[in-house]
């Protein structure tokens, strides 16, 4: 019998929902552990560090990789699964693109320390502790990873071969990569397996856009009772479908909640809050203004919305320092 | 010569860890350190965001319990503004959080918990997982389980959007409602998951309890430890899950206090130490007595196990009645045996099954009054949920439009993370002997943390991360002697 593809699936700086969805395959998961040999997994299997070590480079056909990079310990074990790995995916939207704790770009990590080991209402904390890399207690040496600065995207550590977003990946999709890698049907590399269209293209509320469409006002959701069947855009409630690549399945549209970009910017475009702006500020029909800022008086947090997911893969075009590569 | 022993990372848990054990000369356990590895900081990058947003952001602190971050952040936006969700949407929410409790607590006991017990604790490393539980019990079960779970998440994501990521929390309401034909399959699954506790019980009874080697190992002193339970309570005390009072009670089982959920921050206060990142939670007034328990300790647990201490009873039939053969079994209430934790998770999913089936059948299911858009912003808000893995706080306050200015957030893991470094230590000491240590009793310390399904996904919010595990064991001079790596 000939061997089966050797795969690993690992988190960085994750939630643990993209291994909820590998689950959520149901029963195609027995497919998938019969059709492959599943060689790392920790948060089901016990498969330790060690063994990876121990393989030749390459010997993994398949990386599963889910989170960004927050610390030495993930950057580390990037590095390892991409030496030891064939293919490299980078799955769902903290690897792809940071993802919602990437939202922490836009504190220092100083501020977050502060609050959490000192300022937090709850915190009792008489000696001013601090989690330190290095600790010496009764002469044992404990060491924890170091905290960086930002948050990183995976393709800023190690080079990735594709990419699958989604908050998380939906099963379908998730389905059609591994089987595609196990059958060597695979697009180009760099290639996001995901459809190219935005998501508005795929709306159920997309026969409801009105022929021109004019925002007078910007509403919040919870302020609003939102029709059900109407483009929110059209209610003037945020939405960022059309900066954003379809194939999460319109789940959030059919509960009558806007979209709020975790699939990423649509082909071709790197960046989705510029893209979203300026169609933002093409909708806005204001004559003059007063009506222009009656308009965008509801815009509260944009830069909050249009990079929920994809902060870390805009903001660090500068370079990583040192210390932090 | 001392040894250092290392696990990592350890594994079938929610998150980034490892463990840390020091030998003697002797090869004896000298001290052990459970390790929580990092850190995301989602309090601080939540503000300056539109507090409506939380319940779409905070499921990203953990992607295993989502829901009970989605709905505490929801039940902080109904007291943040000041409103009561509909008496329609109040039910769906409660439908929605115990099929998440099912689905939640059965992914913990066959998936990370079961290979232990079903497939044996020295097993082979490559066969304890679920592929082995299901080779052993039968690829029916198997379906079953696969099942019972896709089933509740069906729920999750009707209203919801996505189990993984559920989205759409409003305050005093829900975004979707169910129609009379959605009905009938909530009414399945609800009967069918039922069906699945009730077996899932018998099933822990034949397999575990008839086993005298698990039982003794339920019953060894070295997963006990005595310490105060925290859970929620409804007005007459019984267990809940979706709303209640914070109730207390001490190492013998007496309550200790009884709080409103904004009160916590007079009750519950969080320790730093340097050699971790997670914060270790105790009970503000008694002070911090370190890592101890018994009398004169401030350590309180949270978790299923503490959920029927802490309750006079359960609030549905069969799960009381399951609870009384517990304790009966363990030797009384309160129990401190920390492997019971897994028996106590089965009793609450049943609690979960029972109370579907209710709602499933009550008329107001199919309302259509699902929002209550009376809204006065009050710019604080505190919203607390029963987690499965522990009571959980999500704390807001926000300017006068309504963006967040403060978030503080205590998690069902970190209440329970002293408990963990403790009962590491002590499985540790128990079964460790040095130099050579044998796999399977190295298991046998992680199985000491797995009981609590600690989440460190969660515990770490404040930082980012998640958590697999090693264990390090180091020489008396701290010399690395051997990293466990299976």
Known sequence: ?325 | MTQKISIDPITRLEGHGKIEIFLDEKGNVQDAYWQVVELRGFERFCIGRPAEEMPRIVPNICGVCPSAHHMAATKALDDLYSVEPTPAARLIRELEFNAFYIEDHYIHFFFLAAPDFVVGPDADPRERNILGVIGKVGKEIGQKVIEVRRRNRDIIRHIFSKAPHPEGGLPGGVPRGFTEEDRTWVKETADFSLEFARFAIQLFKDVVLANKTYVDLILNDAYSLKTYYMALVDELNRTTFYDGTVRVVDQHGKEYTKFHPRDYDKVIGEWVEPWTYIRLNHLKPLGWHGLKDGEGTSLYRVAPLARLNVGDSMLTPLAHKESQIMFETLGGKPAHQTLATHWARLICALQAAEQNVEIANNPLLTSKDIRNMNLKLRNKGVGCVEAPRGTLFHHYETDNDGIMTKANLIVATQNNAAPICLSVKKAAKAFVKGPDVKEGFLNMVEMAFRAYDPCLSCATHSMPGTMPMTVNIRDHEGVLVRRLTR
């Open chain 1, 1 to 325: 019998m000939a061997e089966k593809p050797k795969v690993a699936i690992y988190w960085l700086t994750a939630c643990g929902g993209c291994d909820e969805t590998i689950v959520d395959l149901n029963e195609a998961i027995l497919q998938v552990a019969d059709a492959v040999d599943i060689v790392l997994w920790p948060v089901a299997m016990d498969f330790k560090y060690k063994s990876i070590r121990e393989m030749k480079d390459r010997a993994i056909a398949l990386s599963i990789i889910h989170g960004s990079v927050r610390n030495s310990e993930q950057e580390e074990m990037a590095k390892l699964l991409r030496k030891k790995s064939g293919i490299v995916l980078a799955f769902g939207s903290c690897a792809c693109f940071g993802g919602t704790p990437g939202l922490a770009n836009f504190r220092s990590k100083q501020d977050i320390f502060n609050w959490v080991y000192r300022d937090a209402p709850t915190v009792v904390n008489p000696k001013g502790n601090v989690p330190q890399a290095e600790t010496k207690i009764d002469g044992y040496r404990l060491t924890l990873p170091e905290f960086y600065e930002q948050v990183y995207p995976l393709n800023r550590i190690i080079d990735v071969d594709y990419y699958l977003p989604g908050c998380p990946p939906p099963p379908d999709l998730v389905a059609h990569a591994v089987f595609a890698v196990v059958e060597g049907k695979l697009p180009p590399r760099g290639a996001t397996l995901a459809p190219r269209k935005p998501l508005c293209d795929t709306c159920p509320r997309n026969q409801s856009k009105p022929l021109k469409m004019e925002i007078d006002k910007v509403v919040r959701i919870h302020a609003v009772e939102a029709d059900p069947d109407k483009c929110f855009l059209a209610q003037g409630i945020l939405c960022m479908g059309p900066a954003t690549r379809s194939g999460c399945g319109e789940t959030c549209l059919r509960i009558n909640t806007p979209c709020r970009g975790c699939f990423g910017p649509v082909e071709g475009i790197s960046d989705a809050g510029t893209k979203f702006i300026s169609g933002l500020a093409a909708l806005l029909g204001a004559e003059t203004e007063k009506d222009a800022a009656d308009a965008v008086d509801g815009i509260t947090d944009l830069a909050g919305l249009c990079y929920r997911f994809s902060l870390p893969s805009v903001s660090l075009k500068k370079r990583i320092p040192d210390g932090e590569r």
